[in-house]
C-alpha cells in the first residue's frame, strides 16, 4: 500500500474543513471515506456517524455512497497518518456544519479523555463478613 514515499499531511484539507468523500469501505467500529484530492482514507468511528447509537455501521452507510464529512482530527503514528472524520456535525442533506465552533467535537474530547485517565486504575474491594458493628453492636 506505501508506494515508498512517506505520507505528508500536506495533501490532506486543514482541520474541520468539509468536504463530500466516497465510502470506501464499511467495517464493525465504522467507515472508512476516501478523501478527494489525495489517496488517503479517513475513518468515521461508528460515534461519529450519528447523533443516535450506532451499532452496525453498515445500518447507515454502504461502500460507494457519497457523504458529507468533516475532518476532526489528524495525527502522525509510526510513520502513519491517522485521519479522523465526523458525520454527525454536519448536515448530509446541504453538506452545512452543525458545530460550525467545533463546540461539539471539543466536549466529546474532553469527555474521552477524562475516561481514559480512569481505565488504568484498578479498584480492590474489601469485605469483612460475620462482624459487629462497634458504634451500635449490630452484626
Same mark, same amino acid.
Given at each position: 500500500?506505501?508506494?515508498?514515499?512517506? %505520507?505528508?499531511? %500536506?495533501?490532506?484539507?486543514?482541520? #474541520?474543513?468539509?468536504? +463530500?468523500? %466516497?465510502?470506501?469501505? =464499511?467495517?464493525? #467500529?465504522?467507515?472508512?471515506?476516501?478523501?478527494?484530492?489525495?489517496?488517503?482514507?479517513?475513518?468515521? !468511528?461508528?460515534? !461519529?456517524?450519528?447523533?443516535?447509537?450506532? @451499532?452496525?455501521?453498515?445500518?447507515?452507510? $454502504?461502500? *460507494? @455512497?457519497?457523504?458529507? =464529512?468533516?475532518?476532526? *482530527?489528524? %495525527?502522525?503514528?509510526? $510513520?502513519?497518518?491517522?485521519?479522523?472524520?465526523?458525520?454527525?456535525?454536519?448536515? +448530509?442533506?446541504?453538506?452545512?456544519?452543525? $458545530?460550525?465552533?467545533?463546540?461539539?467535537?471539543?466536549?466529546?474530547?474532553?469527555?474521552?479523555?477524562?475516561? /481514559? $485517565? #480512569?481505565?488504568? /486504575?484498578?479498584?480492590?474491594?474489601?469485605? =469483612?463478613?460475620?462482624?459487629?458493628?462497634?458504634?451500635? *453492636?449490630?452484626?
Amino acid at each position: 500500500m506505501n508506494s515508498g514515499r512517506p %505520507e505528508t499531511m %500536506e495533501n490532506l484539507p486543514a482541520l #474541520y474543513t468539509i468536504f +463530500q468523500g %466516497e465510502v470506501a469501505m =464499511v467495517t464493525d #467500529y465504522g467507515a472508512f471515506i476516501k478523501i478527494p484530492g489525495c489517496r488517503k482514507q479517513g475513518l468515521v !468511528h461508528r460515534t !461519529h456517524m450519528s447523533s443516535c447509537r450506532v @451499532d452496525k455501521p453498515s445500518e447507515i452507510v $454502504d461502500v *460507494g @455512497d457519497k457523504v458529507w =464529512v468533516k475532518l476532526i *482530527g489528524r %495525527e502522525m503514528k509510526n $510513520d502513519r497518518i491517522k485521519v479522523s472524520l465526523s458525520m454527525k456535525v454536519v448536515n +448530509q442533506g446541504t453538506g452545512k456544519d452543525l $458545530d460550525p465552533n467545533n463546540v461539539i467535537i471539543e466536549q466529546e474530547e474532553r469527555r474521552r479523555r477524562s475516561f /481514559q $485517565d #480512569y481505565t488504568g /486504575q484498578k479498584i480492590t474491594l474489601e469485605a =469483612v463478613l460475620n462482624t459487629t458493628c462497634k458504634k451500635c *453492636g449490630c452484626k
